[in-house]
Every structure is written in C-alpha cells, then in structure tokens.
C-alpha cells in the first residue's frame, strides 16, 4: 500500500469518526478528565516500516486511563512472573463494568482479569514491594516510544478525591487477601499510572512494540519480554474493551485497550500499532468514535486476525 493510501484512508476514517463524537460524553466520574473537548479526534498508525501516518489530534496529550493496565501487567509479569501474577487473578472476561465490584464478593473471590479495576489494582498491589513509580514511569515511556510522558497533576488529584470506589475495591481486595502490601499505597500507584499523560501517537508506538513481539522497531532493542507480550496482547483481545470486548472482538478483532480518557491502543500482529484519541465515549466507557474508526480501518486494511482472503 503506498503512503498515500494509507493517508487517506485515515482522513476517510477520522470524517466517519467525527460523525460519532456527539453521540458520547466524556466521563465526569473523574471531573477534571469531563473538562475535555468531546469533539476532540485523532488517529495514528506506526507500521513495521517503521512509518507513522497521523490524522486529528494526534498531539494532544490525554491521560492513559485503564490503557495503563496493559503496562502494568506486562511489569508485573516481568517481574512477578505469570504463576504469581494469576494465582489469585483469573483471566476471564467478566461481562461486567470496569468498576465493579459485585462479583468480587461472591464466587471464587478472585479478580476476573487485569483489564478491570480490581484486578489491575490487584496487579499494581504486586508490584509496589518491587519497584516504585519512577521505574514504572521510564518503562512506559520506554514501551511508547515517548520521553516526554509525564504525571499529569490535576487529573491525578482529581481522581486521588474522587476514588470511593476503587478504595472500595482495594480493600475489598485486602480482605480476601488478595492485596498484600499497602492498600493506600497501591491505590495511589495505581492512580498515578492512570495519569500518565499520552498522545495518540504514543499510543501507536507501544502498539508496534506489541505488534513486533516486543521488540523496538528501530533499534530492534527488547523492550518487553516476549512471553509477556504474549499473555498481554491475548487478554486484551478477551478482556481490553471491558464489557465490549465480545463484539468489539468481532468487529474489529484486534487485541486493543481502552481508557476513559478517550485513548485506544490497538495492535496489528506484525504490521503496526494504532493509536486513538476521542474522549466522548459509549455507555462502556469505550471511544464511541474511535470504536467506528477501528472498525472502518480493520475492514480496509483487512487487519482482523480472523479475515478470510
Ligand atoms: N482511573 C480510572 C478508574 O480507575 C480508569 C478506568 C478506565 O479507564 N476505565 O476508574
């Protein structure tokens, strides 16, 4: 496909998309992230030929939101290992909302995956006796391909007044022993990871360092274990759009994450990282356009892991 294809073809998708943007809101369960503009939107594409093609607003910078679980679960697997890291973690959908915390309480008590809540606080619990936030801010700018990620601050604080439910959740945790260290101490770390600011086109790099198994797609440098890789990218295609994940998997059937702060993160085995910026979002809490965006880009560039020729 020449260059130019590919650039139309992100135009054509990011007209389609706007057509979506008033259809959703921003989420306003986090105040300062329901200060966004809801018509803001964006597309990235970063591919094996290490070329990036960008339509929208592919430079504003966003929070990473639940997209941050993904990075969590690939250090926790890194350094924790896949037996500790799912010996009181399953790795099912759970058809629920990312916050609840119904089910926690009842059957096997165990989180139902990392792509939730209570799970990735489960997963951030892990790790905080291992390694602090600055190692886990380089690692992401690492994987992103972005130096310039940074805290942001006010959304930070704003989710840090505005958290009972995920306080809930963590010390629900605690007391199914589940949660072993700290539970304030978690919930901040966990907190702090959702505030780490991004743009799409970062969200694209990190999504050819999945594509590409891991590796940098220039230097060619692991930047993530490859088994890692591996367990993450197969539960964000069960699990990654949270109560969406079925249909979303079928439409589009790219291993991808969503974050409330309208970011998705999509990975095309081999072939590129995509990266989405639209903060209005569905009922879900999923981009409502870039949802649309993936799926019209899915079809064009038969990118769905199960296309028949
Ligand atoms: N920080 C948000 C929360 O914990 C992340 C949720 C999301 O992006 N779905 O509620």
Redesign the pocket.
């Known amino acids: 496909m020449s260059m130019t294809d590919m650039q139309k073809i992100l135009e054509e998708a990011l007209v389609m998309g706007k057509e979506y943007t008033r259809q959703g809101e921003c989420a306003s369960y ?1 105040p300062e992230l329901g200060r966004a503009d809801k018509h803001r939107l964006g597309i990235c594409v970063y591919t094996r030929e290490q070329k990036k093609f960008s339509a929208g607003d592919t430079k504003t910078r966003f929070t990473l ?2 997209i941050s679980k993904v990075i969590s679960l690939a250090m926790a697997l890194e350094h924790c290992g896949f037996e500790k890291v799912f010996e009181k973690m399953n790795m099912e959908p759970s058809g629920d909302a ?2 609840s915390l119904i089910k926690l309480d009842l059957a096997d008590n165990k989180p139902f995956n990392p792509m939730i ?1 209570a799970g990735a606080i489960a997963t951030v619990g892990y790790l905080v006796s291992e390694i602090n936030f600055e190692e886990m801010l380089e690692y992401t700018r690492r994987v992103c391909l972005d130096q310039e990620i940074t805290l942001d601050q006010r959304v930070f604080d704003s ?1 840090m007044s505005h ?1 009972s439910r ?1 306080r809930a959740i963590a010390y629900l945790l605690q007391s199914k022993g589940i949660l072993e260290n700290d539970v304030e101490e978690s919930l901040e770390q ?2 702090r990871m ?1 505030s780490l600011s991004v743009t799409a086109e970062s969200l694209a790099g990190f999504g050819m360092v999945l594509a590409g198994g891991g590796l940098h797609p220039t230097t060619g440098q692991r930047l993530m274990d490859k088994s890692a890789v591996q367990v993450v990218k197969t539960i964000m295609l069960t699990c990654g759009m ?1 109560d969406g994940s079925g249909e979303f998997a079928v439409r589009v059937g790219l291993p991808s994450k ?4 309208g970011g998705i993160l999509s990975v095309a085995k081999q072939r590129m990282g995509i990266g989405i910026y639209g903060p209005a979002l569905d009922e879900k ?1 999923n981009s409502i356009a870039g949802r649309h965006m993936l799926e019209y880009l899915s079809q064009k560039l038969k990118l769905h892991l199960f296309a028949e020729d």
């Open positions: 986090i939101q639940s990312f916050n809540n989710e958290c995920n966990y907190t959702c949270y969503s974050g409330v702060g809490g």
